[in-house]
T-cell receptor, first 116, second 114 residues
């Protein structure tokens, strides 16, 4: 149980385009989801916390107009990278909290974004 | 602010031997949770072990155990009988209670030598 999926696993896009990444909890309802960014050989950096039905809470230094987060249902959160540029190329990971297991986060497999 | 420090960027160990990965953290909270996550080449984050700060007993999960020293704010991971499949990046993480956010250390890359 507590499986989280992400789609797509890899995406390559041209500079200036927008890219949407989906994060789904497959076998539980996630009231809270988290979005992380991981540069090569570095740690995970939290970008934002997403609560179902409310606006996301962004970490300091993360542009909310650049990284749009929508948590429209208890099983789906989306991250849209708007007007992507090469410096946005990174590995994006989502995680979710499961009811009754609030101290744990279950991670998706990640999405590798390459902006040309 | 809570911080997590892993001072060993890389570690290596012979297969079947024991290795210890270090982690220290800084916090003013008295009740918190600590975690070790494994990230293999697939990049999937996998929970290895967790420790509740109010518990004095060190957590154990099969070949994985921790040495939790609350006063010293130290949380090391011991891997016994190392296996080739243990090769991965290992991240120590602290859970901020109120916001339920995880703060990760820099990671330690573990190599297992056959």
């Amino acid at each position: 149980g507590a499986v989280v999926s992400q789609h797509p696993s890899r995406v390559i896009c041209k500079s200036g385009t927008s890219v949407k990444i989906e994060c789904r909890s497959l076998d539980f309802q996630a009231t809270t989801m988290f979005w992380y960014r991981q540069f090569p050989k570095q740690s995970l950096m939290l970008m934002a916390t997403s609560n179902e039905g409310s606006k996301a809470t962004y970490e300091q230094g993360v542009e909310k107009d650049k990284f749009l987060i929508n948590h429209a249902s208890l099983t789906l959160s989306t991250l849209t990278v708007t007007s992507a540029h090469p410096e946005d190329s990174s590995f994006y990971i989502c995680s979710a909290r499961a009811p009754g297991r609030l101290r744990e986060q279950f991670f998706g497999p990640g999405t590798r974004l390459t902006v040309l | 602010a809570q911080t997590v420090t892993q001072s060993q960027p890389e570690m290596s160990v012979q297969e079947a031997e024991t290795v210890t990965l270090s982690c220290t953290y800084d916090t003013s909270e008295s009740d918190y949770y600590l975690f070790w996550y494994k990230q293999p080449p697939s990049r999937q984050m996998i929970l290895v072990i967790r420790q509740e700060a109010y518990k004095q007993q060190n957590a154990t999960e099969n070949r994985f155990s921790v040495n939790f020293q609350k006063a010293a704010k130290s949380f090391s991971l011991k891997i016994s009988d190392s296996q080739l499949g243990d090769a991965a990046m290992y991240f120590c993480a602290y859970l901020i209670q109120g916001a339920q956010k995880l703060v990760f250390g820099q990671g330690t890359r573990l190599t297992i030598n056959p």
